[in-house]
């Protein structure tokens, strides 16, 4: 445990927040960025845990937010993003919010049936969040925004998972096809 307590032990090593914890951290964190905290609605079907905008100028940021509290949960969270999407369009930035989940989880999650998720989250122009409020940080661990002034907010700047899941999944598409071939040649 950590001095606090939000270590949990167990198969998998990792944080344990309440929600409220890491959402209010998320609060904090766009509010030093500029983004203002909107109330919460909803959005089509769906209510984000975080919905917040930022004016400069002609231009307006939106970033539209649900929470998930593990990797378990994450595919719920991914489609309530999918569904506030299919109304906001490119009009906004949309993120999976995470507490410091288990890295190999995490990995797992998006590798998983040849980087399914992790290509559709690419696809759909989606982020994943990992926010811990007792370091107070938030990782932008895939994805990117399109305020690249929020880019400048995130702890490690451009080191996001994206180039070693890129990687790894096309190495792992490539041996696929690789014996393929090799099946045909017999």
């Not at 445990?1 to 939000?6: C, D, L, T, V």
């Not at 940021?61 to 595919?75: K, R």
Request: proline share 5%; with cysteine.
């Amino acid at each position: 445990m950590s001095q606090n307590g939000n270590i949990k032990e167990g198969e998998f090593r990792g944080y344990s927040f309440a929600p409220e914890k890491v959402l209010e951290w998320v609060g904090v964190f766009l509010s030093d960025a500029g983004y203002e905290l909107l109330p919460p609605d909803y959005i089509g079907f769906v209510q984000p845990a975080v919905h917040a905008r930022r004016v400069e100028g002609e231009r307006v940021y939106e970033i539209v937010g649900f929470y998930s509290p593990d990797m378990e949960n994450a595919l719920e969270a991914l489609i309530k993003l999918a569904a506030a999407r299919a109304v906001r369009g490119d009009k906004a930035d949309y993120a999976l919010i995470l507490p410091p989940v288990n890295e190999y989880l995490l990995l797992e999650f998006l590798r998983a049936e040849r980087g399914r998720w992790y290509l559709a989250v690419k696809d759909l122009k989606m982020m994943a969040w990992l926010v811990n409020p007792e370091k107070e940080y938030v990782w932008c661990i895939t994805g990117e925004p399109l305020d690249k002034t929020l880019s400048e907010f995130f702890v490690q700047g451009k080191v996001a998972l994206d180039f070693i899941l890129m990687r790894e999944i096309n190495q792992l598409l490539w041996e696929e096809e690789l014996k393929e071939i090799q099946n045909e040649r017999r």
